[in-house]
């Protein structure tokens, strides 16, 4: 089992950066990539970029280039540098941690707020 915590939210002005991290605790060597989503209000839960343990990085296409995630180890947190940003870019923003069974752990989030 995994236990997640988010920090770093809060509210910025469009074009203004956060950086947002997660420490993980519990059975982190079986984690094999960190993800993070985004669910802004009435709307799903998106992928906004991940990393896996050998540093290989995804991202959602509506972020690149502007959002940077950054490679974990069992003892730092997985961060997301978040740049450039858009009011659509508001919402709560979730930590996941994914094994190589795929077996999922999520953090509580952290929210986002961009104003225009």
């Known amino acids: 089992q995994v236990q997640l915590v988010e920090s770093g939210g809060g509210s910025v002005q469009a074009g203004g950066s956060l950086r947002l991290s997660c420490a993980a605790s519990?059975?982190?060597?079986?984690?094999?990539?960190m993800s993070w989503y985004q669910q802004a209000p009435g709307r799903q839960r998106e992928f906004v970029a991940s990393i896996t343990r050998g540093g290989r990085t995804k991202y959602a296409n509506y972020v690149k280039g502007r959002f940077t995630i950054i490679l974990f180890n069992d003892e730092k947190p997985v961060t997301v540098q978040l740049n450039n940003q858009k009011p659509q870019d508001s919402g709560v923003y979730f930590c996941?941690?994914?094994?190589?069974?795929?077996?999922?752990?999520w953090g509580q989030g952290t929210q986002v707020t961009v104003s225009s």
């Open positions: 519990g059975a982190t060597d079986t984690i094999h990539r």
């Open positions: 996941n941690a994914g094994s190589a069974l795929d077996l999922q752990s």
